[in-house]
């Protein structure tokens, strides 16, 4: 711990730090993060109280103080690794004001760095790739970092001023390293030192050490990422690294890295939704009074009618049908909604589903009694008859086959929600079967996971359809999302 | 008045030799909420230990622990205060006889003698500095949330017949919620905020050497390397940390000293909860090499 034998007297004041804080502030509220005035002066009493070079607990002061909510953390680290970067001198920039004041902080963790590495400089690539061996078969986190350190400087051969983005370094650097082999060498190596490995403990060991090489990724972002801000500065950097929050992020463009965290993020919102409905249900209208339960207690007070009995109310179920398109473009999209319908499914009385591209089929069944929401999802990627002609959608063919298969099903309880971005490759709109259904329905709702400002455009017919619709919606992140689907119920 | 902790290391020590093994985060965070005299929000997965932390941070500072529980329909009366009616009405009968006045009356019995202090009112009032923990807050309504605003931000409780009691040290405030909603941007702001995830490998393996005295180093690391990998696989509910103290203690009962295929799949039903996901696991397991050879 580099922590404490620094003297508590080494204590954050002055004009420097107060405008960094600002600046960073700022930089969270642009992101997205609601940042109050309040949190913003404990945030600066609360460094006032921690030793200046002990850089953990000062992260920890501020995210404590200005950060809280955890799906906001990773927005967060982002912008403190670009605000409170390394800045002194062994990254061989000018120092900018500020660096003078956080550079005993920096000093102090450099040392460490240095005694744990030794003499890094100038090593050859043997050299580096036996220490990165070294370093991930123990499990020692500053060898990892100075590992990072060394490769970042040997292989990415970073130039100031050069406009591209850390990616490109980033990819040059692991290219170098080859990582994927060191994996296999250090597994090589356990079986060879501890003999005959089980397929288990193999498994065991593959999880561990990939983490280890995961942490190293990471280290080596952080490494580029510090070397980016001393070339550029912390604003240009923070514009450039800026993330949308996981409810901000879009469908139609989310990453790999994001698609993962929206699903981890759906899971608990679909958990906490359902909470809410189910609150709302039963704290929400009293019933109309009943007659015959009031007399009946106004026996105990003599026949004074003291006390007015309610009957239960009798909640409106509606019943859902979704409809959605699960081509390419908008899978995603569907995925995620379809799993919020799920979650709350028990606000409705019945929930029905149907998939299409080009044609249209049934997968109510695969969700039924599933008790994994993803593998039923999988059955509809995987399974379901949604291929007519091309494998291209129209939209048109599958509401046509909708209404003559189904249609007769829709009833006045019956809420319809459509669920695709109406690109219909120039097929015939056929939008007459939407006027039909919604003729039937109680509600037709089109959901839309594009921007509104490309609606109608291209091969994009949403409006033809939304005329019959009793409403279309953006519906581009799981904000809008959620929303949705809690005013549905 | 004095603060408790020192810095943070020595914190870290304190919770360690009540077996409780904090990360810098969380030490940095109950350093900082002394220091700022901040009530400490802790959210997580359930069985993380977020209600162990007050109970060893209380044992750490060898005070009163003075816990509130919330659920639904939690109200004034069981959390702050309430009147001792029964008592009250005992003492008007009993000034029958004397025929004292009114307002000597009822002055007399709005007072401190026929309150009923909950553990609210008690943590401020208490003489000695107490460690509060109001549990699972997210379970109580939106509006009762707002009850308890005025005694985080001020440590104080207005009463309307007797005024604002205000407290005579500031207690150590910990919440806890299990995210099951989200709580009003109100409340958020008055606390500190603290996630407490999963702990790492090493961390775990500490844990379980802690908590389970009769475990072998090895058997520890390997215990803490399967959870991992477990946490690895998407499940409906991951395992928690007290689940996995609870395996280790299995397997050290029925006497494994090494755990492999047969002894995981045969003990995931103490680690997982669900029966999809001990399916998953133990398929996960069954093909684990298959793939390498």
Known sequence: ?489 | MPFRFEDVASLSAGLRRVDYLADEGIAGVVYLADRLAKPVLIEGPAGTGKTQLAKSVAEVLGTRLIRLQCYEGLDEAKALYEWNYKKQLLRIQSDRSDQQDWGGLSEDIFSNEFLLTRPLLEAISAPDPVVLLIDEVDRVEVETEALLLEILSDYQVSIPELGTIEAVQIPLVFLTSNNTRELSEALKRRCLYLHVDYPDLLREKEIVLAKVPQITENLADQVARVVHTIRQIELKKAPSVSETIDWAKTLVLLGFSKIDERTTSETLNILLKYQSDINKVAKEFSTAGGVNL
Not at chain 1, 190 to 208: K, P, V, W
Not at chain 1, 383 to 399: L, T
């Open chain 1, 1 to 489: 711990m580099p922590a404490s034998h620094l003297p508590a007297s080494a204590v954050a004041t002055g004009d420097a730090l107060l405008e960094l804080l600002n600046g960073f502030v700022k930089e969270l509220r642009d992101v997205g993060l609601a940042v109050s005035l309040t949190e913003n002066l404990d945030a600066l009493e609360a460094v006032k109280h921690i030793p200046i070079g002990d850089r953990q607990t000062f992260k920890t002061a501020l995210a404590t103080t200005l950060v809280k909510h955890y799906n906001h953390q990773q927005a967060f680290d982002t912008a403190f690794e670009v605000y409170f970067s390394l800045r002194g001198k062994q990254y061989d920039l000018g120092a900018d004001g500020t660096a003078d004041l956080l550079s005993e902080l920096d000093d102090h963790e450099a040392t460490n760095l240095q005694a744990a590495a030794g003499a890094t400089e100038n090593l050859s690539p043997e050299d580096l790739a036996a220490m990165l061996f070294d370093a991930l078969q123990r499990k020692d986190p500053q060898m990892l970092k100075s590992v990072a350190r060394s490769a970042v400087r040997l292989y990415a051969q970073m130039e100031p001023g050069r406009p591209v983005g850390g990616t490109y370094y980033l990819y040059r650097t692991l290219r170098n390293l080859d990582l994927d082999n060191v994996l296999e060498r250090l597994l090589q190596q356990a079986q060879y030192e501890q003999g005959d490995l089980s397929e288990f403990d193999q498994r065991l060991l593959r999880d561990e050490y990939q983490q280890r090489i995961d942490q190293l990724q990471q280290e080596i972002e952080a490494e580029i990422r510090r070397r980016l801000v001393a070339d550029r500065g912390a604003e240009a950097m923070a514009k450039t690294l800026r993330k949308p929050l996981p409810e901000d992020v879009d469908f139609m463009h989310a990453s790999r890295e994001e698609m993962a965290s929206l699903r981890k993020a759906i899971y608990p919102l679909t958990r906490k939704l359902a909470a809410r409905l189910q609150r709302k249900r039963r704290h929400g209208r009293k019933g109309p009074l009943d007659f015959r339960r009031t007399v009946r207690a106004s026996l105990s007070y003599g026949g004074v009618l003291a006390e007015t009995k309610f009957r239960n109310p009798k909640p409106h179920k509606p019943e859902i049908f979704v409809i959605a398109d699960i081509s390419g473009s908008v899978a995603a999209f569907a995925r995620f909604t379809l799993q919020l319908v799920y979650a709350i499914s028990g606000q409705f009385s019945k929930v029905r589903s149907f998939v299409f591209i080009d044609g249209i089929d049934e997968v109510t069944a695969y969700f039924e009694g599933a008790e994994d929401i993803n593998q039923a999802v999988h059955r509809v990627n995987t399974e379901a008859d949604v291929v007519w002609v091309d494998g291209h959608s129209d939209y048109g063919h599958a509401f046509e086959v909708f209404w003559e298969r189904f249609g007769k099903d829709i009833g006045p309880r019956t809420s319809i929600m459509i669920l695709g971005d109406a690109r219909n490759n120039y097929h015939e709109a056929k939008s007459w079967t939407v006027k039909e259904m919604q003729s039937n329905a109680r509600h037709v709702y089109w959901l839309n996971p594009e921007p509104r400002s490309y609606w109608d455009t291209g091969d994009s017919i949403v409006g033809e359809y939304a005329q019959y619709c009793d409403g279309a919606f953006e519906a581009r992140n799981l904000r809008q999302l959620e929303a949705f689907v809690e005013n549905l119920a």
